[in-house]
């Protein structure tokens, strides 16, 4: 939530700001993501899992990726259409999750394959959060988090094609196509 916000206020910023905001958007990307791994880990490595486990684990990880994209579609003005785009990596990382859930609930091995899972795409919008952090000193401010999205909403739909392909594959052969091996 902290990193939307951050991103939401970036087209107002003036001064050292303009700077801050998208180093800030960047470090609560990343803790959001610590976060979720050691909440991970706790679970397994403390034998601390629970049946409702997964929901608690999954459904903020539906909520924090779309906001988060959205939000950068938004931070961005230098075409009229990033909004779009942010809303449309919005729902590839939420199709991502769909389809290995999906593939999952039907039978299929879970599948975590990218190239656009969620640590690929949160490590592609820290990037462009400290790229952009400098990039008006070099060109419009921007350019860096609209072409992220471009790359994600692109690597989300081969994510998406990977996995259901991947799904298929181990329903209808009993094999796992991604391990390699049988399902």
């Known amino acids: 939530?902290?990193?939307?916000?951050?991103?939401?206020?970036?087209?107002?910023?003036?001064g050292p700001v303009t700077w801050g905001l998208p180093i800030l958007a960047a470090v609560f990307i990343q803790c959001r993501l610590l976060?979720?791994?050691f909440d991970g880990m706790v679970?397994?490595?403390g034998s601390k899992s629970t049946p409702s486990g997964e929901l608690f684990?999954?459904?903020?990880?539906?909520v924090a990726?779309?906001?988060?994209?959205?939000?950068a579609g938004f931070a961005t003005t230098v075409v009229p259409w990033a909004e779009s785009l942010g809303w449309a990596a919005g729902l590839?990382?939420?199709?991502t999750a769909y389809v290995r859930t999906l593939g999952a609930a039907v039978g299929a091995p879970v599948n975590f394959c990218g190239p656009m899972a969620k640590q690929h795409r949160m490590a592609l919008m820290t990037i462009a959060c400290l790229v952009t952090a400098v990039e008006h000193f070099f060109w419009d401010h921007g350019w860096a988090i609209l072409i992220t999205l471009g790359v994600i909403v692109?690597?989300?739909v081969v994510t998406i094609g990977r996995r259901a392909r991947s799904a298929y594959v181990a329903l209808e052969t009993g094999?796992?196509?991604?391990a390699g091996t049988d399902a």
């Open 92 to 95: 590839g990382a939420v199709m």
């Open 65 to 71: 990726d779309p906001l988060i994209l959205v939000s």
């Open 35 to 37: 976060c979720n791994l």
């Open 175 to 178: 094999v796992d196509e991604e």
């Open 57 to 62: 684990n999954d459904i903020p990880d539906r």
């Open 1 to 14: 939530m902290w990193a939307a916000a951050c991103l939401l206020a970036i087209p107002q910023a003036q």
């Open 154 to 156: 692109a690597g989300c």
């Open 43 to 45: 679970a397994v490595e």
